[in-house]
């Protein structure tokens, strides 16, 4: 039996390292997190964060290097394909290409039905019933719809349908990568807001993961900011707004173009993500921190919780909060 | 002799300087296809004064990116026609020749892609791609093209510039590449940039650096520039018009701090509303547009964004609003009911909330 108070998922003291040429890269670099049942946690950060293989070793395509993920109560940090089976109907995942991610020789119905089809649940009747169903709930018109192939759809109509596709097998968890950064505002908005109502209408639990801190917030309980394959800073999404208490997550909201001529520009971040091959000693943030000191070089910040459920990773976290108690 | 007088050497201002540097009127751009024609572009005028910034945002298919390719004249070509003309320091560039386009390109008017992977070619080192046109357009030779290319790759902020030169554009990262992108724009020193949808893809911190990049050159080098987008945040701040394009027509012109102060067409205040803020409240419900932008094929009659919006009265659907001013000159819209402070002088007449 599961305790229904625990975690959906908990990822614990993750790492992900890729061989490349002689040298070894950790894309993930011992990162911890829960996410709760019906909880939308957001993961934002730059390319190169390590955001999506954090995504991809949950539902294991990726291999963890070390460190556990559990599942509804079970270890599935190891299990073999056979076992595995089972566990990844309950989490499904949406990408951020949605025309790609869709095969442009099938029609949606069956792009649709196919997980079911897979799984040998009922007759082909039944698919096709259930497909039109789904489709209809994500605002595609079944009757126009179902006969026609991917190529014929706009992004934000294929977006659609993958997560039509997605939620076929009644997932518990939905991983949703980039979700919405190769779609216009108008249609983002529309995508976001489905996922807020399927999300209440289906209890589904959401990993949401985007560069961008304004989408992420509009859709997440609590977020998560990854640099270099590392938690910098967690905590409510609308606590880290009111106090982000890292300089990296301050540096992401400033970035965000906000649709007001008088908002005062941020000071840009400088700089790209430093080589994940060679990471900056101590606090891997320290090359483009306006606050950087030689203390940041030597000594690596750990998590520290500043307020109830907000941690940093920081030792000069911005002010309004102090990381010693 | 500096390669900014031979540009403007071989291409002297037929107009006075306190005229509009680019003059569009009337500029329809139609493509024949097999189901019927698309006029992609229909009907648009707008002009851009010397040294100022002007952004064109609309939705895919709104025409913004086929508006920049006619303005350039790159078009296909078969199967296209245009009408209408292009100003460009007094000359119509619609009337020249091939060859005497290729005078302006580069020279005169430069693009800048969305696509930096797409754009840039992916067998040839950075370096002979920035010096082809350095070497083509203002006769220079092979060291001192080398310079200058490496010249422009620190001024656009890359690190190491001689190295990145023997690069090719997949050994760079997208800001990279749309770095790259830019100082091939800016190699023959133009007078006008069109930087079409430059940052779309990109993380928003490597955004936010791409645009104050173009800001901080455009200054430097007095350039004009028009920055199309479907993002009115990203033209918020950096631009000084902007001109809102929906289903190939202008349909709302204004100096920015207007625009955002006093929308006049529902379908302004609707792109404005769909951007997530980060002051809302986490789980704040988006505005959203309902449907989608119409077939050009066979555009919808009266007011083109009526059957999406939530004010739409019969007359909008049967007769269409033509541009008129709004108080000023420099603003323009067309709507037959226009909000006044953003907010409507009609009631609603269907729920405008997307399924």
Not at chain 2, 140 to 157: F, K, N, Y
Not at chain 2, 321 to 335: D, I, K, M, N, Y
Request: glycine fraction near 8%.
């Amino acid at each position: 039996m599961t305790d229904p108070g625990a975690p959906l998922l908990s990822v614990d003291h993750l790492t992900v390292q890729f061989r490349v040429g002689r040298g070894t890269v950790q894309a993930v670099s011992d990162v911890s997190f829960d996410v709760r049942r019906g909880e939308t946690l957001g993961l934002v950060g730059e390319s190169g964060c390590g955001k999506s293989t954090t995504g991809r070793t949950v539902v294991r395509v990726q291999r963890p290097t070390r460190g556990s993920i559990r599942f509804d109560g079970h270890d599935i940090t190891a299990m073999r394909d056979r076992e595995l089976r089972p566990v990844r109907r309950r989490m499904q995942m949406i990408f951020q290409d949605p025309i790609s991610s869709l095969n442009p020789r099938r029609r949606v119905s069956e792009i649709v039905a196919e997980p079911l089809t897979i799984d040998r649940t009922g007759t082909p009747a039944e698919r096709a019933e259930r497909a039109r169903h789904m489709l209809s709930s994500v605002g595609i018109d079944p009757d126009q719809a179902g006969d026609r192939r991917p190529q014929e759809f706009s992004g934000g109509q294929c977006q659609r349908i993958s997560i039509a596709r997605a939620l076929m097998s009644d997932p518990d968890l939905l991983i949703c990568d980039e979700p919405v950064s190769a779609l216009d505002v108008s249609v983002q908005a529309q995508i976001l807001n489905l996922l807020a109502e399927l999300r209440a209408q289906r209890d589904l639990t959401m990993l949401f993961i985007a560069h961008d801190l304004a989408v992420v917030k509009n859709v997440s309980d609590r977020v998560a900011v990854m640099y270099l394959g590392k938690i910098v800073e967690i905590a409510p999404s609308d606590e880290l707004y009111r106090a982000p208490g890292h300089h990296y997550t301050a540096a992401l909201m400033a970035a965000i173009p906000e649709p007001d001529p008088g908002a005062p520009r941020g000071q840009t971040l400088g700089g790209e993500l430093p080589s994940p091959l060679d990471p900056p000693s101590g606090c891997r943030f320290r090359t483009r921190c306006p606050a950087a000191t030689e203390r940041c070089a030597v000594e690596e910040p750990p998590l520290v919780e500043i307020a109830p459920g907000h941690r940093v990773a920081c030792h000069f976290p911005l002010a309004g909060r102090t990381a010693t108690p | 002799m500096s390669p900014r007088r031979h540009t403007v050497d071989a291409f002297p201002d037929a107009d006075e300087l306190s005229d509009p540097l680019l003059q569009v009127t009337d500029l329809t751009t139609a493509f024949r296809t097999p189901r019927g024609t698309v006029r992609a572009v229909d009907g648009v005028s707008l002009s851009v004064r010397r040294g100022t910034t002007v952004g064109v945002v609309g939705e895919s298919g709104s025409g913004k990116t086929v508006l920049s390719r006619s303005i350039m004249g790159l078009l296909p070509p078969h199967g296209v026609e245009r009408s209408g003309t292009v100003t460009f320091a007094g000359r119509d560039l619609t009337a020249m020749s091939a060859k005497e386009l290729r005078s302006v390109w580069g020279l005169q008017i430069a693009m800048i892609f969305q696509d930096p992977m797409t754009a840039l070619n992916p067998v040839k080192r950075v370096g002979a791609q920035i010096t082809e046109s350095l070497r083509l357009h203002l006769g220079m030779d092979r060291g001192e093209a080398r310079q200058t290319a490496a010249a422009l790759l620190e001024s656009v902020g890359i690190p190491s510039p001689e190295k990145r030169l023997r690069a090719y554009p997949s050994q760079l990262s997208g800001g990279m590449r749309q770095r790259v992108m830019i100082a091939i724009a800016l190699a023959c020193g133009p007078r006008l940039v069109l930087a079409d949808e430059p940052t779309t893809g990109l993380d928003v911190t490597i955004q936010a650096q791409i645009l104050d990049l173009l800001g901080q050159l455009q200054d430097e080098r007095h350039m004009t520039m028009i920055l199309v987008t479907h993002d009115l945040g990203v033209v918020a701040t950096r631009a000084d018009e902007i001109v809102v394009m929906y289903a190939g027509k202008v349909v709302e012109r204004a100096p920015t701090a207007t625009l955002f102060a006093d929308p006049k067409m529902p379908y302004t205040r609707a792109l404005m509303d769909s951007i997530p803020r980060l002051a809302d409240p986490s789980g704040t419900r988006l505005a959203t547009i309902a449907g989608r932008p119409p077939e050009l094929i066979d555009p919808p009659a009266g007011c083109r964004f009526a059957p999406r919006c939530p004010w739409a009265q019969d007359r909008c659907r049967t007769s269409e609003p033509p541009l008129r001013t709004a108080g000023s000159e420099a603003h323009t819209f067309a709507c037959w009911y226009p909000l006044t402070n953003g907010r409507p002088s009609v009631p609603v007449t269907h729920d405008g909330v997307a399924p």
